[in-house]
């Protein structure tokens, strides 16, 4: 919807369709002391969200349509801007068991991930794909061949050589992402390949484009930002799942999100407790937060600099998103339920730890100076920031 | 010097510096009044026979008092984290805390708590700066220069802090370095660092020192060798391999039969004794340089 984004003159304000965002650890059920479904939510708003999708490797794990019942039953009462919940693909996301899909699809199940765990299992995944073609929902894969990743915990390259890091390299995504579209073009089924971070990947991805498989990716603000260079910090809320990778790896994940072939940002909005996040690297949880910095930090990053136009940004969170997890397109149009944004590009500031509605702070932004903000979000209809 | 934690966070300068102080204190045997009244906290996390004593005799000859914990046995048995293991020890007022920890960063993280200057005595697979100092003090006293030297370092670079940090230091000496081993056990990208890399033992022919790694016995349950025979057989650096005069040296403990063969540490051209005592004497100039010039600390609040 490119065309109806109307800059008003002499300001620097954009009207535009709300964003989408596929990929949110909302913590819930488990770790409300991180993360709440009304929490993250707000967070979601003060990013310009009108929508969003929950992840299930939550503790109990949503593999089971009572767990899932009671979370779109909390949604309903909590949830700011319009949730969706993914469902497990293997019970227990133990990778052995497929979870009912068919039940969990009619209680609402948005999509189907274990999403922070492979399927490790070839049979499994092939399984999952023959058998959730009933469901109607999509497939959505963390790519890692795990025992290529083991105790990994940066991209390997001379960075983690020198640092001496347990290395996890591009390959262990880039294998897995071969595997799985090879799987999908041999069932002829879609699916969606989340938070991909290696120029492998994004080769074999657009490889399988060209045979006609039909795939759609997401990749994250912080790896079309950041580069292992970052690891140097030592700083945990540099630590993520996959691992930054080296920059010819992000300026192919910029290349394939302004080329079409991702075609989303997902936050992979990952939010843990200070005490996790402020002992040493080797011992923090994997994941950062990004739902109130995905816009500004990439329209600062790469929209100002040149690297991506704005018109493809905005698509690329809003439609492309939408598109892809088979959701309803926010649109600007006369008539249509208002899913909009309100973004002032010349506005500055700073990213503080004070300043969240998420629980949690673990952003790598910390102390950034940021330029673009959301000054309003209506989700459905409803004015639910600014 | 504010603290030691990293190779990369010296000059040649500071490197050449310690590098006199450690001489000097290497012709005394006295105990030195440096450090009289002053509190050096020893934490290892990590099993050490060498390093550990060599940092609380170096200490004691500065005339410092010693404190030396642990991890087993202490309150880190019973789940406490780092940051507050310092926070409590630092109300004795430290002033300096030598650490050893199996993660990387932990100096940092302690120094962030702590406000004692900051030994690092090995942190995870990264750095363990005091080694490499001895080491060079070690190759000097032997060969009487580093630059232009050539140093090959065999074995397991993959988990060695000790081959990360000699790099660096023979990099920033004008010293040149090979890193021989496995490809399994060669990391990628380390060429970054300065130094070249070969599978082949044989490139350590043209080498003023080999520098001989420990080969550790959970290596191969990774497969990243199929054996310890088979590794001793392709890289153990035995007679046949080194030619007369060429210096060896190893950070010990050793595996005689593995990596180094018993011939080769007992040899005259061993330096491993030698590394032993000038650790002694680096460790005082590292102290001595972190604290002799300073206030004792406040206690941080």
Redesign the interface.
Known sequence: MIAAIEPAPATARVLAPAFVDPHVHLRSPGREDEETIASGTAAAAAGGYCAILAMPNTDPVVDSAAVLGSLVEAARREALVPTGFMAAISKRLGGEELTEMAELADAGAAAFTDDGRPVTSAGLMRRALQYGAITGRPLALHCEEPTLSREGQMH????????????Y?SVAESAMVERDLSLAAHESRPLHLMHLSARESVDALRAAHARGVRATAEVTPHHLVLTDEAVRS?DPNVKMNPPLRADADRAALVEALRDGTIACVATDHAPHSR?EK??????APFGVTGLETAFAALHTHLVEPGLLPLETLLERMSAGPARALGLPEPRVEVGARANLVLLDLEAEWRVEESGFRSRSANSWLLGERLRGAVLKTVADGRVVHG | MRHLISIADLGRDEVEGLLESAARLARTDERLPALRGKLVLSLFFEPSTRTSSSFELAAKRLSADVMSLKASGSSVDKGE???DTVLTLTQYAPAAIVVR??????P??VARHSGAAVVNAGD????HPTQALLDLFTIRESLGRLEGLHVAIVGDVLHS?VA?SLVQALGLVGARTTLVGPPTLL???????GCETSTEIGAIADADVVYVLRMQRERMESAFVPSLREYAARWGVTPERLRPGQKVMHPGPINRGVEIDGRVADSPDSLILEQVRAGLAVRMAVLQELLAARPALEVVA
């Open positions: 390997e390259g001379a960075v983690c050589a020198e640092l001496g890091f347990a290395p390299p030592l005490e402020e002992g040493t690297f080797e011992e | 984290s780092l940051k920890h199996p993660h990387i960063g932990a940092e993280l995870g697979k990264r750095q802090r990360r990391p990628r990208g380390i060429e970054a660092l």
